[in-house]
T-cell receptor, first 117, second 112 residues
Framework: EAGVAQSPRYKIIEKRQSVAFWCNPI?????LYWYQQILGQGPKLLIQ????????DSQLPKDRFSAERLKGVDSTLKIQPAKLEDSAVYLC???????????????FGPGTRLTVL | RKEVEQDPGPFNVPEGATVAFNCTYS??????FFWYRQDCRKEPKLLMS???SGNEDGRFTAQLNRASQYISLLIRDSKLSDSATYLC?????????????FGTGTRLAVRP
């Protein structure tokens, strides 16, 4: 079974530039998550999609970050403009559609390591 | 108080040792509990779910204490390959808008 795919794996940009990340979840997984993981910290949820609808984006800095999941399959996360503090690994994860509690395993992609200079 | 709190470590133990990590959570309505493992510069992977009655998977035992709001992970007979960061994950009810929250992780280093 193919895992969660992400690209690019690495990206270096200068502050105030724009960047976009792509994620293709495991086939059949309804739920897709984007996390930001800063060095030395645990993953922090940025946005959660159920099919193509947003379930939770309470921690997404909406003045500069945007995400979409058209057609309920793959997803893109964009940062515009980037700041130095956005340097982190951006992880995408997917899971089957669980019930009223979180019971399903999240499968993570390899992540995109972003460096903002 | 942080939603999910872990001792960052590192825990430095010799091969064969038994080591235990605790993780405390603040939301008493939490329903789902997991331990994920993250190797250096890799993505997190599910190690085990944590059930109310406690559960064991080989050398790994996870327990939940709802009264004191913590979960634990016990690793027996540590192997070099157990060296990693162990992330505690806690989730509430989706209908309440709760999300899955990751702790900062506890780093384990097993030495020969």
């Amino acid at each position: 079974e193919a895992g969660v795919a992400q690209s690019p794996r690495y990206k270096i940009i200068e502050k105030r530039q724009s960047v976009a990340f792509w994620c293709n979840p495991i086939s059949g997984h309804a739920t897709l998550y984007w996390y930001q993981q800063i060095l030395g910290q645990g993953p922090k949820l940025l946005i959660q999609f159920q099919n193509n609808g947003v379930v939770d984006d309470s921690q997404l800095p909406k003045d500069r970050f945007s995400a979409e999941r058209l057609k309920g399959v793959d997803s893109t996360l964009k940062i515009q403009p980037a700041k130095l503090e956005d340097s982190a690994v951006y992880l995408c994860a997917s899971s089957l559609d669980g019930g009223r509690v979180f019971t399903d395993t999240q499968y993570f992609g390899p992540g995109t390591r972003l460096t903002v200079l | 108080r942080k939603e999910v709190e872990q001792d960052p470590g590192p825990f430095n133990v010799p091969e064969g040792a038994t080591v235990a990590f605790n993780c405390t959570y603040s939301n008493s309505a939490s329903q789902s509990f997991f331990w994920y493992r993250q190797d250096c510069r890799k993505e997190p992977k599910l190690l085990m779910s944590v059930y109310s009655s406690g559960n064991e998977d080989g050398r790994f035992t996870a327990q939940l204490n709802r009264a004191s709001q913590y979960i634990s992970l016990l690793i027996r007979d540590s192997k070099l390959s157990d060296s990693a960061t162990y992330l505690c994950v806690v989730g509430g009810l989706k209908s309440s808008g709760d999300k899955l929250t990751f702790g900062t992780g506890t780093r384990l280093a097993v030495r020969p």
